[in-house]
C-alpha cells in the first residue's frame, strides 16, 4: 500500500536501501524539518537529505533525519551502508549543477563522525560521481560518473576496497554494460553475480 503519511512524504523520496539488518531503511527525501543553514532563505522541502525508518510490526515508522554532520544545507542522498558501517553517499550543491562528489561517513556506536569526500581516484573535479553501491563482502564499490575514460554520458564503475577499507582506481564496466548514453543506479546481487542498472542507452 501507498504510504503517503510517512515515507511518501514532501516533495521528493528515492534511493532506499536496507541497511545493519532487514528491519531499517535509509533513504533520500526533500521535506519539511530537513538540515537548512538559514531557513530565511531555505526551504527544507526542495533539499534532500538522508532518513532512515524502522519496520515494526510489519509497519515502516516515522523516519528521522541523520541530521548533522551526515546532512548539511546541501543535497545528499543515494546512500549504502558497508559492512563496516561506513556510509557513502552522494553530495550536490545547486550552485555548481556539473559536480557531485561520493563522500564517506564512519560511525562508532551510532555516532557520525565529519563525512569527508573520497579521493580524486573516485571523484574527478568537473565531473558528477554518484550513487554508490557496495557489495555485500565490502570489496567492490560501484557507482556512476560522467568522468572522461567512459562510453559517453553517465557509465557505471568499480573500484576495488581492500581489507583496510582504502579504496582503489577505479575501472569501466566496458561496453557490456555501458552506452553512449546514460547508465545509472547500480545494484550488484551478490548471490546471483549479477549487476542491476538503469539505462536510456
Given at each position: 500500500?501507498?504510504?503517503?503519511?510517512?515515507?511518501?512524504?514532501?516533495?521528493?523520496?528515492?534511493?532506499?536501501?536496507?541497511?545493519?539488518?532487514?528491519?531499517?531503511?535509509?533513504?533520500?527525501?526533500?521535506r519539511?524539518?530537513?538540515?537548512?543553514?538559514?531557513?530565511e532563505?531555505?526551504?527544507?522541502?526542495?533539499?534532500?537529505?538522508?532518513?532512515?525508518?524502522?519496520?515494526?510490526?510489519?509497519?515502516?515508522?516515522?523516519?528521522?533525519?541523520?541530521?548533522?554532520?551526515?546532512?548539511?544545507s546541501?543535497?545528499?542522498?543515494?546512500?549504502?551502508?558497508?559492512?563496516?558501517?561506513?556510509?557513502?553517499?552522494?553530495?550536490?550543491?545547486?550552485?555548481?549543477?556539473?559536480?557531485?562528489?561520493?563522500?564517506?561517513?564512519?560511525?562508532?556506536g551510532?555516532?557520525?563522525?565529519?563525512?569527508?569526500?573520497?579521493?580524486?581516484?573516485?571523484?574527478?573535479?568537473?565531473?558528477?560521481?554518484?550513487?554508490?553501491y557496495?557489495?555485500?563482502?565490502?570489496?567492490?564499490?560501484?557507482?556512476?560518473?560522467?568522468?572522461?575514460?567512459?562510453?559517453?554520458?553517465?557509465?557505471?564503475?568499480?573500484?576495488?576496497?581492500?581489507?583496510?577499507?582504502f579504496?582503489?582506481?577505479?575501472?569501466?564496466?566496458?561496453?557490456?554494460?555501458?552506452?553512449?548514453?546514460?547508465?545509472?543506479?547500480?545494484?550488484?546481487?551478490?548471490?546471483?553475480?549479477?549487476?542491476?542498472?538503469?539505462?536510456?542507452?
Amino acid at each position: 500500500m501507498l504510504d503517503t503519511v510517512f515515507i511518501n512524504k514532501g516533495t521528493s523520496n528515492f534511493a532506499p536501501m536496507y541497511y545493519l539488518g532487514n528491519n531499517k531503511m535509509i533513504f533520500t527525501s526533500a521535506r519539511r524539518g530537513g538540515v537548512v543553514t538559514d531557513p530565511e532563505k531555505q526551504d527544507s522541502k526542495y533539499f534532500c537529505d538522508l532518513y532512515f525508518s524502522t519496520l515494526e510490526d510489519t509497519i515502516w515508522q516515522r523516519p528521522i533525519n541523520f541530521g548533522r554532520p551526515v546532512n548539511t544545507s546541501l543535497h545528499e542522498g543515494a546512500s549504502v551502508f558497508t559492512p563496516d558501517e561506513v556510509m557513502l553517499f552522494t553530495r550536490w550543491s545547486d550552485n555548481n549543477r556539473r559536480e557531485a562528489f561520493i563522500y564517506m561517513a564512519r560511525t562508532t556506536g551510532g555516532k557520525f563522525y565529519e563525512a569527508m569526500k573520497l579521493g580524486v581516484n573516485i571523484n574527478v573535479p568537473g565531473y558528477k560521481t554518484q550513487q554508490p553501491y557496495v557489495n555485500f563482502d565490502g570489496t567492490k564499490l560501484f557507482f556512476s560518473s560522467n568522468r572522461p575514460g567512459g562510453k559517453g554520458g553517465f557509465d557505471l564503475w568499480m573500484a576495488p576496497i581492500d581489507e583496510n577499507g582504502f579504496i582503489g582506481n577505479p575501472t569501466n564496466l566496458g561496453g557490456a554494460v555501458n552506452t553512449n548514453a546514460d547508465e545509472i543506479t547500480p545494484f550488484y546481487h551478490d548471490i546471483s553475480n549479477t549487476l542491476y542498472f538503469s539505462s536510456n542507452g
